[in-house]
């Protein structure tokens, strides 16, 4: 049983045929995005007015200069299109939401953390590049698919001992980083031809060895955050071990109940 399946509220609503394979995700990221006709506000979503906060799992690059260049030059090219550009210290990969403060306790953020640490993957690396869309968003497609979606599986397993399972299940995740936000409804072909002489650009590699449990919060147009836990990944003998099985096992099954749509998946 596949671990992914259809899901509308994600982009693209489809999953594609091979998460191991980066030309097949990005391929499919892109007939998704160019069959768009009309873009829509990123920032009209109930219940993410401005000030909001919430924690959320995320991969952050604070020191990566080669997907600072790459995000700045698309930014330039970008930039005749009024799109809202992700700051440089800024750029993320969203996994899973937590919950909000003043609801979440710190020891629940302590138990998490204990949790996740004890069933993450090994480190792992993911190619950035081609660039793609959203509804909502221009992105850079990521790949192999494969190491995020065992990251989010095992993050959702962590959730759901301790209360605190994501809103989406990993059925439902659809990796990416987004580099600029649309903040109107347009007509989406502008935006896809823009993108589209960009995406011959080189790819940056990305590498993955801790995750952050961070206190996101929206601040006009722009994303910013704290972070709370920085949890290390596992060691590559834990990845084909005991957790791994189980991640095997249960793939297809959802890891929490459905529900709201994270900051930027669209």
Same mark, same amino acid.
């Given at each position: 049983m596949?671990?992914?399946?259809a899901?509308p509220?994600?982009?693209?609503a489809?999953? !594609?045929?091979?998460? %191991?394979?980066?030309?097949?995700?990005?391929? %499919?990221?892109w007939?998704a995005f160019s069959?768009l006709?009309?873009?829509?506000? #990123?920032?009209?979503?109930?219940?993410?007015?401005?000030?909001s906060r919430?924690?959320?799992?995320?991969?952050?690059f !604070?020191?990566?200069?080669?997907?600072?260049?790459?995000?700045?030059?698309?930014?330039?090219?970008?930039?005749?299109?009024? &799109?809202?550009?992700?700051?440089?210290d800024?750029? %993320?990969?969203? &996994? +899973?939401?937590?919950?909000?403060?003043?609801v979440?306790?710190?020891g629940q953020?302590?138990?998490?953390? $204990?949790?996740? =640490?004890?069933? &993450?993957?090994?480190?792992?690396?993911?190619?950035?590049?081609?660039l +793609?869309?959203?509804?909502?968003?221009?992105r850079?497609s990521?790949?192999?698919? =494969?190491?995020?979606?065992?990251? %989010? #599986?095992?993050?959702?397993k962590?959730?759901?001992?301790?209360g605190?399972?994501?809103?989406?299940?990993?059925?439902?995740? $659809?990796? #990416?980083l987004?580099?600029?936000?649309?903040?109107r $409804?347009? !007509?989406?072909?502008?935006?896809?031809?823009?993108?589209?002489?960009l995406? +011959?650009l080189?790819?940056?590699?990305?590498s993955v060895?801790?995750?952050?449990?961070v206190?996101?919060?929206?601040?006009?147009?722009?994303?910013?955050?704290?972070?709370?836990?920085n949890?290390?990944?596992?060691? !590559?003998?834990?990845v084909?071990?005991?957790?791994?099985? #189980?991640f095997?096992?249960?793939?297809?099954?959802?890891?929490?109940?459905?529900?709201?749509?994270?900051?930027?998946?669209q």
């Amino acid at each position: 049983m596949p671990l992914l399946s259809a899901d509308p509220a994600a982009f693209p609503a489809e999953p !594609p045929a091979d998460t %191991h394979d980066p030309a097949v995700t990005a391929a %499919h990221d892109w007939a998704a995005f160019s069959a768009l006709d009309e873009m829509t506000d #990123h920032w009209a979503r109930p219940g993410w007015s401005d000030g909001s906060r919430a924690y959320y799992w995320m991969l952050t690059f !604070p020191d990566d200069q080669q997907l600072a260049a790459l995000a700045g030059h698309c930014q330039e090219e970008l930039a005749p299109l009024g &799109l809202d550009p992700v700051p440089t210290d800024g750029l %993320h990969i969203t &996994l +899973a939401r937590v919950g909000t403060p003043g609801v979440v306790t710190s020891g629940q953020l302590d138990s998490l953390a $204990r949790d996740a =640490e004890a069933l &993450l993957p090994s480190a792992f690396s993911v190619h950035a590049m081609p660039l +793609a869309g959203s509804r909502g968003a221009v992105r850079l497609s990521l790949g192999p698919w =494969e190491p995020l979606l065992r990251l %989010h #599986h095992a993050l959702a397993k962590a959730g759901g001992s301790v209360g605190l399972a994501p809103k989406k299940p990993t059925s439902a995740f $659809r990796p #990416h980083l987004s580099l600029a936000y649309n903040n109107r $409804r347009r !007509p989406a072909a502008p935006v896809v031809e823009t993108v589209s002489g960009l995406r +011959a650009l080189p790819t940056v590699e990305l590498s993955v060895s801790a995750v952050q449990l961070v206190e996101l919060r929206r601040e006009g147009r722009t994303y910013r955050w704290d972070v709370r836990r920085n949890v290390a990944l596992g060691d !590559p003998a834990g990845v084909q071990g005991e957790n791994y099985d #189980h991640f095997l096992a249960d793939r297809g099954r959802p890891d929490g109940p459905r529900g709201g749509q994270l900051p930027d998946e669209q």
